[in-house]
């Protein structure tokens, strides 16, 4: 479920002339009895919107005095959001004949024609409140408070981001909650400039309009609204005319593929990028250790210690995280997603948490020989984006549940080849048969027709996370450079680009001029640390017999340090891991 709050204004909305009608309880209900959380937000006072609606009990919270009071309907619990309303102020209205004039726990409102006069007294007394004017209404409230302030409050206490939000209002205070809200809709009695910014408009007024709303939230979660919601839309890249390529920020389900050192981490890490622009959440299945550095994300698991499953489901859902699987052992880490996997699907229901789910090195935990079950594996995937390197290590099952195909490259035809036969589709040509760095190729197989090629839209934190994580992170075991020397007589490890250049200093003239010559060197580069131009630099050198240890070390030193930031005099064998 998409849509799992509905927030609705109150005067001028579920409510004509203060009253609500029963067809509009009756859609209310509906929509709580289907699972949805319901919020009211109004600008009245409790006890006055108590004297009017005795159904409060339909809200799971409300938010009233136009965001300054926050109440509990089940609880009768209020929380005040703002500062009290000051008794001078109000004082100074009085005195000016300022009436009627209605003092809440923050709010003070009136009528026009006072508005000039409150703005005078606010100027004189010197107090930092603001205006809010509402169909002929006067609010007055402390600086930033407002319906978009108070929901999040209450969203905050239910555990339901505003993306999973539908707002529907009338007036120039709606504005702001609406705006707030995934989907915002304006009844048709609504002002012009709110039905203008809404992202659609009801058929029917008031509560004859939030009807016809839970009516389509019911049928389909507004999916046939879907197209409307472009203002949200997580932009790919630029297509040859210079228009955007965007993905919805939900339902998506992508797979990104290409040879090693095509780019695949930059494309993830950008969505990534720009959907936490946005606010959506994300969860990164990192099987390799390359997602610690990414920002507003907690990581749960390191090399040394395997991440458990509980702790991978917050209690309260909220923010990103990334789940390292270093400490999994390979044979593990498919049992750990499939079993994670299925909590998320649970936990996604209930609270639309994580709105993305990404899984880089897809293959780990997904191998093609991997036989996934009913109960944990959809045959369509929603809000997923993995990565690996060709579509053919994935299983079968994985592939057929995937719509869109994002290639990078040197072998377009062979991963549109590999995507299609799973999928039982005719071949796709691809209008290139090898991609440029910071090119890709797009196929929705649903859309069909020929591949879309883009040019990517570059990720800002990429760069320094790579530069970050290979110079002095911990790569795998599996992925570590050895000194060993041509009769293996050493075992130095060096997990990263800091190590890899003290041991270097370190270990005598043979050992060095035996792995440069093999070439072994330049082929740790390109697999392990992903860096094609830097690998290429090296193998230019490496088998030159005119060049000696020293001078090999020296260039090699210069080629890392040029892409790389390393001590300026690294003190030899120091850090060795051995």
Not at 330 to 351: E, I, T
Request: hydrophobic content about 40%; aromatic content about 6%; overall charge negative.
């Amino acid at each position: 479920m998409r849509y799992i709050a509905l927030c609705c204004d109150y005067d001028g909305t579920i409510a004509h002339h203060g009253q609500v009608d029963q067809a509009t309880l009756a859609a209310l209900q509906a929509a709580r009895d289907s699972g949805r959380t319901l919020v009211l937000v109004t600008g009245r006072e409790v006890d006055d919107l108590l004297s009017v609606f005795p159904r409060l009990d339909l809200f799971a919270r409300v938010v009233a005095e136009n965001g300054a009071l926050l109440y509990r309907p089940d609880t009768r619990e209020e929380r005040l959001l703002a500062a009290p309303a000051p008794a001078s102020f109000v004082a100074t209205l009085r005195a000016r004949e300022v009436a009627p004039i209605s003092v809440g726990r923050s709010i003070v409102a009136t009528w026009e024609p006072h508005q000039n006069t409150v703005l005078e007294a606010i100027r004189d007394s010197g107090l930092e409140l603001q205006v809010t004017f509402n169909k002929g209404a006067v609010m007055v409230l402390p600086t930033g408070v407002n319906k978009a302030s108070g929901l999040r409050a209450a969203l905050a206490e239910l555990g339901v981001s505003a993306h999973n939000a539908v707002g529907i209002g009338d007036a120039q205070n709606d504005h702001a909650f609406l705006d707030l809200c995934e989907c915002s809709v304006a009844v048709a009695n609504a002002l012009p400039a709110v039905k203008q910014a809404a992202d659609f408009v009801t058929h029917s007024d008031h509560g004859a309009g939030v009807v016809e709303l839970v009516h389509e939230m019911l049928a389909d979660d507004l999916g046939s609204r879907e197209p409307l919601l472009v203002r949200h839309h997580i932009m790919l890249g630029k297509n040859a005319g210079g228009e955007a390529v965007c993905f919805s920020p939900y339902g998506v389900n992508a797979l990104i593929v290409g040879t090693s050192g095509g780019g695949k981490s930059t494309v993830a890490t950008g969505l990534i990028e720009r959907l936490r622009a946005k606010d959506y959440s994300f969860c990164i299945i990192d099987p390799e250790g390359d997602y610690d550095a990414v920002e507003s994300a907690t990581t749960i698991g390191s090399p040394e210690h395997a991440p458990a499953i509980e702790e991978c489901i917050p209690d309260t859902p909220a923010g990103n995280s990334v789940i390292n699987l270093l400490g999994l052992t390979l044979q593990d880490r498919p049992w750990f997603f499939m079993s994670l996997f299925a909590r998320l699907r649970d936990l996604r229901a209930r609270s639309g948490w994580p709105h993305w789910l990404v899984v880089d090195e897809a293959h780990h935990v997904m191998p093609a020989d991997w036989q996934p079950t009913d109960l944990t594996f959809p045959e369509r995937l929603e809000g997923v984006m993995m990565v690996s390197v060709t579509p053919s290590l994935l299983p079968t099952a994985v592939l057929r549940g995937i719509d869109t195909l994002i290639v990078l490259g040197d072998k377009p035809r062979e991963m549109l080849r590999e995507f299609t036969a799973a999928n039982d589709l005719p071949p796709v040509a691809p209008p290139l048969e090898t991609l440029e760095t910071g090119m890709a190729l797009l196929w929705n197989k649903r859309v069909g027709g020929r591949p879309t090629l883009i040019k990517l839209e570059p990720s800002r934190t990429e760069r320094r996370r790579h530069l970050r994580k290979y110079a002095e992170g911990e790569l795998p075991e599996d992925r570590s450079f050895y000194f060993r020397g041509a009769e293996g007589k050493l075992n130095l490890r060096a997990h990263n680009l800091i190590v890899f250049m003290d041991l270097a200093d370190g270990v005598d003239h043979d050992t060095w001029l035996y792995h440069l010559r093999q070439g072994e060197i330049s082929d740790w580069l390109r697999r392990a640390i992903k860096d094609d131009a830097l690998a290429d630099s090296v193998a230019a050198f490496e088998c030159d017999p005119a060049l000696d240890a020293t001078a090999s070390r020296r260039m090699m030193r210069e080629q890392i340090e040029a892409r790389y930031t390393l001590p300026a005099h690294s003190p030899p064998g120091n850090g060795s891991g051995a």
